[in-house]
């Protein structure tokens, strides 16, 4: 009996954490949504904010983000692509590929303030560039790059020896067998992983806060080293004046905007990794 | 010419790889030369209680106390929380839904902080504060709480990913030999995948620790060790939002300054540790069933 009692109370536990966990995930998405979609109108998306942002929209947040994690892109992609062949293609002895991982996941374990702080000593200060959404952009970059290096060398590593082999049969050097064959399958893993990357870097607000972005009075920039405003750190200013129930408004307007960024590129890259994890060679 | 581009491949290769190495070291000796500092002015006065940067007082106790009981308090609620669902999804759920179940989840772990920051002042401190009929609900459990909800994900994705991957056979082995479900689970499934969900629940604290906006919003911020020490309904100060609030404000190069950055580097250390160890040692586990 004893045994049969237990037995119900795990199960009673069991469904009851269940319960909980769904039920607040349901919570934050319906709140999310609910409250989102009240301050979302066309005018909040295409004109700018004014009054501290409590007033206006939020149009110059939504370019100041996009083109934070634009440059992001250009910057992380390559050099996380040249790393990955590295490792993967040219890396002989266990050691190195030690200090490799330990170098990759290490930097990916980095508290994401670190790296705002490291982006304020670094170029905000050493190199006297002032706030610059060109800065930001490195940073996030340096964010995202262990994501995208390990997705792309697991996608070019799980590539069999023996299509290495062939090609270097056929008299193939090594840059035309990287070219031809490992990259077309290669470039697959590198872009799920620099949607992943882009989904956690367009909504951290740690990394760019002191280093990027200005609350207001901010445009587009017309150089690289000039402030933007964007979209995580305009809801943490409007947070911060939360008893003031318009600025409260316009912060779930913005956070929608937000969350529906984050889930275009981390729905993209689930779907992505259903498609092409069933390739087998 | 064949040569020539195969020699120009290697040399971007090469490059792009010293550079991603570069900057990884960048990042830590940049943040060790900048809290040099304070760990040679201030040196053991560092773990004392006041801070006060116009008295050059710099104790950095109130600031590990806070992160200490913030992530206590999360991961007190989020492993039941997050191991219970994990069994629900991989053993109670048919198969065919979890896929969906765990896409859901997994998506929700990608919420910005900023966001779970926001819904914790409009409704989470709101809510504390007039259960517990305080004057403010920012809180050092507001924000053990909130952080609970956000490593709530990673817990369940990865415990899930651990019991799903014990191979059938022992829970039918289990079964055969007249087990409840909850016995199976416990005596069978559970050890077995015990490594894993150690390593689950460090990536959860990793991420707890580093955690910035949301306990930035909710904590109070107020360098503080309540009285008693365990009362966490007062306000307290975690290293991250201390970071989060102060360093914008100090001057590069002073004393104040470094003193931040000596619990940064204090928490990067920390963080990487936890990081390396999940992904270095547990991942290499000889699985006993394979």
Known sequence: MNRKLTNAVFKIFVWAAMAASFGILLFLISVLFWKGFGAISFDFLFTPSSNFGAEGGIVYQIVGSILLIVFATLIAFPLSLGFAIYKSEYVKSSYVQNITDTLIYGLNGIPSIIFGIFGLIFFVNLLNTGISWFVGSIILAIMILPTIILSTYQAINSIPDSFRENALALGLTKWQLITTTLLPRGLSGAFTGLLIGLSRAIGETAPIMFIATAFSGVTIPVGFFEPVSALPTHILALAQQATNPQALQNAWGTSLVLLLLVLIFSIAALWRRVKFSKIEY | ?290
Not at chain 2, 16 to 41: G, H
Not at chain 2, 173 to 185: C, Q
């Open chain 2, 1 to 290: 010419m064949l040569v020539s581009y195969n020699k120009i491949g290697k040399g971007y290769i090469m490059l792009s790889t010293y550079i991603s190495m570069l900057i990884a070291l960048l990042i830590f000796i940049v943040l060790f030369i900048n809290s040099f500092d304070a760990i040679s002015q201030v040196g053991l006065k560092l773990f004392t209680l006041e801070w006060n940067p116009s008295k050059n007082e710099y104790g950095i106790l109130s600031m590990l106390y806070g992160t200490l009981s913030v992530t206590v308090i999360a991961l007190t609620i989020a492993i039941p929380l997050g191991i219970g669902t994990a069994i629900f999804t991989s053993e109670i759920l048919p198969s065919a839904y979890r896929i969906y179940v765990k896409s859901i989840i997994e998506l929700l772990a990608g919420i910005p902080s900023i966001i779970y920051g926001l819904i914790g002042i409009a409704f989470f401190s709101t809510w504390i504060a007039s259960f517990f009929e305080l004057a403010s609900g920012r809180t050092i459990l507001t924000a053990g709480i909130l952080l609970s909800i956000m490593i709530l994900p990673t817990i369940v994705t990865l415990s899930d990913d651990a019991i799903n991957n014990v191979p059938k056979k022992y829970r039918e082995a289990a079964k055969g030999l007249g087990l409840y479900p909850f016995e199976v689970i416990k005596n069978t499934v559970l050890p077995i995948a015990k490594k894993d969900i150690t390593g689950a629940i460090l990536l959860a604290l990793g991420r707890a620790l580093g955690e910035t906006m949301a306990v930035m919003l909710l904590i109070g911020s107020i360098d503080k060790i309540p009285t008693p020490f365990y009362n966490v309904l007062s306000p307290g100060q975690t290293i991250t939002s201390k970071l989060g609030r102060e360093i914008g404000e100090s001057a590069f190069g002073s004393l104040h300054f470094s003193a931040l950055n000596t619990m940064g580097f204090v928490l990067m250390l920390l963080v990487i540790i936890l990081t390396l160890i999940t992904q270095l040692y547990l991942r290499k586990s000889n699985r006993l069933y394979e």
